[in-house]
């Protein structure tokens, strides 16, 4: 049938910093396409009541806290995963900082530390945790969420741009070494997303003139939309995918301001 493309009814998906914005709007829309879902933040109460509302809607959702900069709570996030829906077939990779906001120079220790902890490190924690069952059952779809500040420069956020671009290189190199075992690995790629992270931005006039008139479809886009690209990597629509970078964001980065 048509809408099996799009499924994902018997699958389980992880994914990480889901209580807002971009990644709640992947658990959601992965649970409604049929996933089994547990989303989770460093925010328990969050990841407790954002659970108990879906639920409420009939979908297949679990909240397990956990803070990916330290690697004993990402393991514990995969042992309580799997402990509740045996297996993890959708890795999705979502939890970000920037803590720093200026020229890269200027950032600190901590900064550096804090910034690819968890925007990089806790990547790699994670996937080699889940990875490896996936390639058992041959079949399994992690998907890392980059960002367009890790595809060129930028004054505003290069050390939160340049984990990203980490991320996207990441994502190929997992996708070479999995690829064999049918594991495929991607990363998706958001322009301005009107969500609470982005919300500096969107507050700036200057900036977000200047940037939609840069961006062909002269709109910051919604947490929806990407997840729209979530589901399809992460289903058979997307299944000779892999090692890509998937940019979402309008056209901002082909755009000439014309």
Known sequence: MPGDLFDLSGK???????????????????????ARVALSSNEAQACASVAEE???????VIGIPCDVAFREQAERLVAETIEAFGKIDILVCNAGVAPHMGP?????DADWDLTMTVNLRSVLWLTSLVIPGMAARRDGSVIIISSIAGV?????????????????????????????????????????????????LLDDAKFLERRL?????????TSREIAGVAVMLA????AFMTGQNVIVDG???IGDGS
């Open 235 to 238: 289903s058979a629509a997307g």
């Open 213 to 221: 008139a840069l961006t062909p479809l002269r709109r910051a886009g």
């Open 152 to 200: 060129r420069g930028n004054k505003a956020i290069g050390l939160y741009g340049l984990s990203k671009a980490a991320n996207a290189q990441l994502a190929r190199n997992l996708a070479v070494e999995w690829g064999p075992s049918n594991v495929r690995v991607n990363a998706i790629s958001p322009g301005l997303i009107r969500t609470d992270f982005a919300r500096p």
């Open 12 to 34: 389980v998906a992880l994914v990480t910093g889901a209580t807002r914005g971009i990644g709640r709007a992947i658990a959601e829309e992965m649970a409604r396409h049929g």
């Open 251 to 253: 056209g901002t980065t």
């Open 104 to 108: 890269i120079s200027t950032a600190s």
């Open 54 to 60: 879906l639920r409420r809607e009939g979908l297949d």
